[in-house]
């Protein structure tokens, strides 16, 4: 079947059915209802999910590699360990979701909502975001590479023990955001908030900071090297 078939033909509801390691792939379902159907190992890679309700569902697992879920109500859902490589997540909310140990690399994450989502463990790698928002969200061990952010925002965000290369800050807030023993590389942030952030025992080994505002954060115990800093405000920095 091709993507262009009428979703609400094929499958007019899969409502409480067991779809237990049906394979999906590539086909159109967009706005099918799921209503207590088992996912267990479906797999829906390059399927087109659009307007499919999926709030707070248990989507562990599961291969969402090249899917289309752009828009999608996502708060609460459980997407472990899933792959979501080169998946299309405009505008979803993933508010309060759990994504530990989730593949979301080459991922289309603009306008999309993560606040409060747990990321522990994730692999973001090679994108460009803009406009997303990731407050209060949890990072905590997750790898972060060659990833672009453009007015984006962290509030209040965890990012513990992070491995982060080659990742460019645009305009983004990182207002108190909890970054302890993480180790940084080449990382570039232009005109962005750092405000009362805390780098304890974080390492940052080469970068550029250019019209940064550091007020009062906390890098007690840090080391940064080779680090290039124009117009920076480190008013209230705690070093011990």
């Given at each position: ?117 747990s990321l522990k463990r994730t ?72 405000n009362c952030i805390t780098l304890f025992c974080t ?38």
């Amino acid at each position: 079947m091709s993507k262009t078939n009428n979703s609400a033909d094929v499958f007019p509801s899969l409502s409480g059915a067991n779809i237990n390691g049906v394979n999906f792939s590539d086909l159109n379902l967009q706005g099918v209802n799921w209503a207590d159907a088992e996912f267990k190992d479906a797999i829906y890679s390059g399927a087109d999910l659009r307007g499919c309700e999926a709030h707070g569902k248990n989507l562990r697992k599961l291969d969402f590699s090249h899917t289309n879920m752009s828009g999608l109500d996502l708060r609460g859902t459980d997407l472990s360990e899933t792959k979501l490589f080169q998946t299309n997540l405009k505008g979803t909310n993933l508010q309060g979701a759990i994504l530990d140990g989730a593949d979301i690399s080459r991922t289309i994450l603009d306008d999309t909502n993560f606040n409060g989502a747990s990321l522990k463990r994730t692999v973001l790698e090679k994108m460009s975001i803009e406009n997303a928002s990731f407050d209060g969200a949890d990072f905590t061990q997750a790898t972060m590479s060659e990833v672009d952010f453009k007015k984006s925002s962290f509030r209040g965000a965890t990012l513990d023990k992070m491995k982060i290369e080659y990742v460019e800050l645009d305009d983004v807030n990182l207002s108190a955001v909890d970054m302890r023993e993480s180790c940084i590389k080449g990382i570039v942030i232009n005109s962005s908030d750092l405000n009362c952030i805390t780098l304890f025992c974080t390492k940052i080994n080469g970068g550029n900071f250019t019209n940064v505002d550091l007020t009062g954060a906390n890098i007690f115990d840090s080391r940064i090297e080779i680090v290039d800093m124009y117009d920076v405000n480190t008013l209230g920095i705690l070093l011990h």
